[in-house]
């Protein structure tokens, strides 16, 4: 069965629009996990637009399903702007003191409106090489943001990485407009046998939604999990947050 990893970004993003705390991230999560949640993720940013450092220490501290943490393992420090927002430590510092469940590496800049590409290993390999290696030493799961092509997936796991996170934003795509959609879950299912072949496990995520998941699940059966915010936020307005986790539990199949 496939997990499902409730992304927070969207609630934080809200709660910073105005200098409050309310909606409360923390709340959200153990709202989403007693509706039947599988896990959280948040993906804060140097830049702490929607989640913040404190939020990840707080969840760690609250929540008792995996974390996954996902950023650039290259996003060096950077002071806050905001007089009640604590400095942002850099990525791999803020990964070496929660000691998530999951970290899942994205090379995204700090301009990056959202994350639309997965690494290309070949000029990335070295650079991550010491990453995947600490992270195995501090007994943290390693996920790789990726491209569905076999030849980089190849490469992940020679790396050594644990999981590879497909990014899903042309599938989602194809299916929305029905224009190419045998093609493009076909090149989706191709890459998840490619990752079954080299022994890697297999995550997705971006824009995935209630629509469009079951075809996916479908046609990648080892499927481990699939992380979602975006499209989870706008469906709690329309269905209540309970009955959107259960409506996106049926659509992985449960």
């Not at 007089?83 to 995204?108: E, H, K, W």
């Not at 644990?162 to 990014?167: A, K």
Request: proline share 6%; charged share 20%; with cysteine.
């Amino acid at each position: 069965m496939t997990d499902l990893s409730i992304n927070l970004n969207k609630i934080a993003l809200i709660r910073n629009s105005r200098d409050t705390v309310y909606p409360s991230v923390v709340d959200h999560a153990k709202m989403c996990i007693a509706a039947g949640a599988d896990g959280i993720t948040v993906h804060p940013r140097p830049d702490q637009r929607h989640i913040r450092a404190d939020d990840c220490f707080a969840l760690a501290d609250a929540i008792d399903v995996e974390l996954n943490i996902e950023g650039n393992p290259f996003a060096a420090p950077m002071k806050s702007d905001r007089a009640n927002v604590s400095d942002y430590p850099g990525f791999m510092t803020l990964i070496r003191q929660i000691l998530p469940a999951q970290c899942t590496l994205v090379p995204d800049s700090n301009s990056q409106l959202t994350s639309d590409h997965g690494f290309d290993l070949t000029q990335d390999y070295q650079r991550l090489k010491p990453i995947i290696e600490e992270l195995k030493s501090l007994g943290v799961r390693s996920s790789l943001f990726m491209d569905p092509d076999p030849a980089q997936i190849k490469l992940a796991a020679e790396l050594g990485a644990d999981r590879i996170e497909l990014y899903t934003g042309p599938y989602a795509a194809a299916f929305d407009s029905q224009e190419g959609l045998e093609q493009s879950i076909e090149i989706f299912a191709n890459a998840g046998r490619a990752a079954a072949q080299y022994g890697i496990e297999l995550n997705a995520g971006h824009d995935l939604n209630i629509k469009n998941l079951p075809l996916f699940c479908q046609r990648l059966p080892n499927l481990l999990e699939v992380s979602i915010g975006h499209a989870f936020t706008v469906d709690c307005i329309e269905l209540g947050l309970e009955t959107a986790v259960q409506r996106y539990q049926q659509a992985l199949g449960k």
